[in-house]
């Protein structure tokens, strides 16, 4: 579940060309490498607390026994607003890619949004019925998505690359520095979003407190060594000395060209239908985790309890998925009246919120394992509860830091625009507070164990 809500095709074919051009060159294979052990160091501490935090909530949950009440439930607003974001970014990526791809098979021009619709509906469908269901779509769909990268990875590698060979940049320090390396960090760390929410499925896991640790771990891993070893097999594919100014003059075709080189033009087909059903797998993925924090959040008071009601046949929270159905409509609805560009403005403005709530999330649970750990003694590992997660604060915090500073540029370079989504994200965190106030139960109860006879089953 979690490694397709991270799109592999998605970001190889996406984000690796744009990461390249804008970020730091032929280095740029090196970041996503960066942003796995970084990441590594918040996973240490996030699932070592995850048997002491028996809530399916995830961020909001480990903040809010960490650090208190109004962090937590500023925490939940906060995520519903970041994940709220994602799912309408790639629902607007993939109205567009949908629309093309049908267009390029001699099918009708129509609107992006009517293909958002219709992706939304499959995915209501889907999201109301028993987890099974989506799993078994989205390991089908991630298979497909991830072998195609693979096959083209092996054959870039076994033939040598380009003339120049394979390269080496990615282990030179200056390759890496060059450019703009605090760009290529931003969009290689973009690409790891949605990993962390393993331990939202914890109420439909059978052993959480093993499966979740080990889940995380291997989703870091499992994406961290894709997206490097791919990105490096793209560089060597056109050499050095060449990759960037291929990537600057195509970056949405770039990957489909490679392929069309060293698999032949089939492949690139193959990659282009493989893309739209990595953004579904995306969309489907962020579906249930969105709706899985709406229950959770229903369980504990924070929105209506009728969200925490769980299917009597399919075991799904079938009213918080309706709910986040209900919201997506609502949100491409709102983009659609207003002309909004699906891939320019859509895609990238709420991707750029999405990206900063989510780090800043993670860097808050950073900081709740100390404090918690600290305060209780429960566990009195170091590694796990003190210098993993110490150093997962300062690495977040510089990622963070790089983030706002370049928020306007993820937000189709507008400054005000940048700010209003930075205000928004406050607005959220201080909304916790309010709510802690005036809602004393809800924040009681932030930290309890979900129901066992409402949640969620597989």
């Not at 809500?5 to 990461?19: E, F, Y």
């Amino acid at each position: 579940m979690v490694v397709a809500a991270a799109a592999p095709l998605t970001v190889v074919a996406g984000t690796v060309p744009i990461g390249i051009a804008a970020g730091n060159g032929p280095g740029y294979p090196a970041t996503y490498l960066v942003s796995a052990v970084v990441l590594a160091f918040f996973a240490v501490g996030f699932t070592a607390m995850t048997r002491h935090v028996p809530n399916a909530g995830a961020f909001y949950s480990y903040i809010g026994v960490g650090l208190g009440r109004g962090w937590g439930l500023g925490s939940a607003l906060v995520a519903l607003v970041s994940y709220v974001t994602v799912q309408g970014a790639v629902l607007g990526y993939i109205g567009f890619a949908l629309g093309g791809l049908v267009e390029g098979y001699g099918g009708p021009a129509l609107p992006w949004w009517l293909w958002t619709f219709l992706v939304l509906a499959i995915t209501a469908v889907l999201g109301f019925r028993h987890i099974e269901l989506s799993s078994k779509v989205l390991g089908v769909l991630l298979v497909a998505e991830v072998g195609i990268v693979l096959v083209l990875d092996a054959v870039v590698v076994g033939k040598g690359g380009s003339d120049e060979g394979l390269s080496t940049a990615f282990l030179n320090p200056a390759e890496v520095l060059s450019g703009a390396p605090g760009l290529g960090l931003m969009f290689a760390i973009a690409g790891f979003i949605g990993f962390e929410a393993t331990a939202i499925f914890r109420d439909e896991a059978r052993d959480p407190d093993r499966t979740i640790p080990r889940a995380t771990y291997a989703a870091l891993a499992i994406i961290g060594v894709f997206y490097t070893v791919s990105a490096w097999a793209v560089v060597s594919a056109w050499g050095d000395s060449a990759v960037v100014a291929e990537a600057a003059a195509d970056p949405g075709n770039m990957v489909a060209t490679t392929a069309q080189v060293y698999l032949g033009t089939a492949a690139a087909d193959v990659i282009q239908v493989l893309l739209v059903t990595s953004l579904f797998a995306a969309v489907l993925s962020f579906h249930n985790v969105l709706s899985r924090y709406f229950f959770s959040l229903g369980n504990t008071g924070v929105v209506p309890a009728a969200c925490g009601r769980s299917h009597a046949r399919h075991a799904s929270p079938h009213v918080a998925s309706l709910v986040t159905t209900a919201i997506g409509v609502v949100l491409m609805a709102v983009s659609a009246i207003a002309g909004l560009d699906p891939v320019l403005e859509v895609f990238t403005w709420l991707a750029g919120i999405a990206s900063v709530g989510i780090v800043g999330l993670m860097l808050l649970a950073c900081v709740a394992v100390l404090v918690f750990f600290r305060r209780t003694g429960v566990d009195r590992r170091p590694w796990q509860t003190l210098v993993a997660p110490g150093l997962g604060v300062l690495g977040l915090a510089a990622v963070l830091v790089l983030l706002v500073e370049n928020l306007p540029l993820l937000m189709g370079g507008s400054t005000a625009l940048g700010i209003g989504a930075g205000v928004l994200l406050l607005l959220a965190l201080g909304g916790g507070f309010v709510l802690a106030a005036a809602r004393p139960s809800a924040a009681r109860d932030l930290v309890r164990a979900t129901r066992s006879d409402a949640a969620p089953q597989i």
